[in-house]
Nanobody, 125 residues
Framework: VQLQASGGGLVQAGGSLRLSCAASGRFVSTWTMGWFRQAPGEEQEFVAAISSTGHITNYAASVKGRFAISRDNAKNTLYLQMNSLQPEDTAVYYC???????????????????RGQGTQVTVSS
């Protein structure tokens, strides 16, 4: 299984970005997937997760109402639409997959056995 995130960049506060995560692997479309982020000197932080069908989602309180997670299983691609970005959203964003679940959308990073290379998001004030 390989996960490759893209779409990061530099944006001004209040702006938007859309991250994508291309997944390879036969059964990835049947797994829960999520986004995590890590800022310099900080621990990894849960951002959002989505069930295999996309019907169940979960968001960190800090991004709820501003970010939207979605997936296109036909393309094996996970997305994160980020609106109203703030400087505190600056971090490396990672996509991850939980092969043990198709419906649980919990925030525990240790459940996600697969994690891709991250993409840098920088929000200037």
């Amino acid at each position: 299984v390989q996960l490759q995130a893209s779409g990061g960049g530099l944006v001004q506060a209040g702006g938007s970005l859309r991250l994508s995560c291309a997944a390879s692997g036969r059964f990835v479309s049947t797994w829960t997937m999520g986004w995590f982020r890590q800022a310099p000197g900080e621990e990894q932080e849960f951002v959002a997760a989505i069930s295999s069908t996309g019907h169940i989602t979960n968001y960190a309180a800090s991004v709820k109402g501003r970010f939207a997670i979605s997936r296109d299983n036909a393309k094996n691609t996970l997305y994160l639409q980020m609106n109203s970005l703030q400087p505190e959203d600056t971090a490396v964003y990672y996509c991850a997959a939980d092969p043990k679940s198709y419906i649980r959308v919990g925030p525990n990073p240790h459940r996600y056995d697969y994690r891709g290379q991250g993409t840098q998001v920088t929000v200037s004030s």
